[in-house]
Each structure stands twice: as structure tokens, then as C-alpha cells.
């Protein structure tokens, strides 16, 4: 298995794209396998997404939905609501595969690879990849 580990920075930005960094990792390795991404963090997540036609949008507004920022969390400490971004992992998981053909990821037209990361505590984030020839 070949790794790779980078720092990302997300901030005030919601969705981060991360496909070029883990299509680039793949060309690396080359070959045929899978692609493991993983955020070490307990308040970001990975979700397959298109991006630039209003999903990454549409996410984060129903994100506010879901986890608003007020007081109803347990979690509590950090800025308001920050309970919310504990929680989101469990909806938005911290890993995910992609299949790799040749060097290349095998996504699907519109599908990009994206941190979303509703914690601007922490902007700064760890992205793991692992690579398992096949």
C-alpha cells in the first residue's frame, strides 16, 4: 500500500475540492487498485459531489438546516453551535473509495471528491490517502 498524507486549509469555505490532489496521487502510483481518503478529524466530512452548478450550494444551505448554530447541542464548547460540527461526521462520512483504472480515478462525469468542513475552528485539516494495488 502507497500513502500520502497533506494539510489542507478550509476555513471559511464549506466544500473543498479535493479531486486534483487524490487524481494526482493516483497518476502517481499508477495501476489499478483503489483509492482510501480519509479525514482524520472528528468534525469534517468526504461526500462525492458536483460541484460548480449549485450542489456544493445546496449542500451547505441544508447543512444549516440540519445542524443549525444555536444552543441546542450538548457539545459546547468552541463558537455557537459548534455541537453541530460533531455531529456531522455521522451524516457526512470521514472516509470514502474510489476505484482507480490505470492511473486514473474512476469517477463519474460530474462527481468530484470534496472535504466539507462546517467547523471554522479549525481550518486547517489532514487528508489522508492510501492506495491498494489490485
Known amino acids: 500500500m502507497q500513502r500520502r498524507e497533506m494539510e489542507l486549509r478550509t476555513g471559511a469555505?464549506?466544500?473543498?475540492?479535493?479531486?486534483?490532489?487524490?487524481?494526482?496521487?493516483?497518476?502517481?502510483?499508477?495501476?489499478?487498485?483503489?483509492?482510501?481518503?480519509?479525514?482524520?478529524?472528528?468534525t469534517a466530512g468526504l461526500a462525492l459531489l458536483e460541484t460548480g452548478a449549485g450542489s456544493d450550494g445546496d449542500l451547505a444551505d441544508h447543512l444549516d438546516v440540519l445542524f443549525p448554530r444555536d444552543d441546542r447541542w450538548r457539545h459546547r464548547h468552541g463558537s455557537p453551535g459548534h455541537g453541530a460540527d460533531h455531529v456531522l461526521p455521522a451524516i457526512i462520512s470521514p472516509s470514502l473509495t474510489v476505484p482507480v483504472d490505470a492511473g486514473r480515478l474512476a469517477l463519474g462525469t460530474w462527481q468530484s471528491i470534496v472535504v466539507v468542513d462546517t467547523n471554522e475552528d479549525n481550518p486547517t485539516r489532514r487528508l489522508r490517502l492510501s492506495f491498494l494495488a489490485g
Open 13 to 42: 469555505q464549506r466544500m473543498t475540492d479535493v479531486t486534483d490532489r487524490c487524481a494526482s496521487f493516483a497518476a502517481e502510483v499508477g495501476g489499478d487498485g483503489l483509492l482510501h481518503v480519509f479525514l482524520p478529524h472528528a
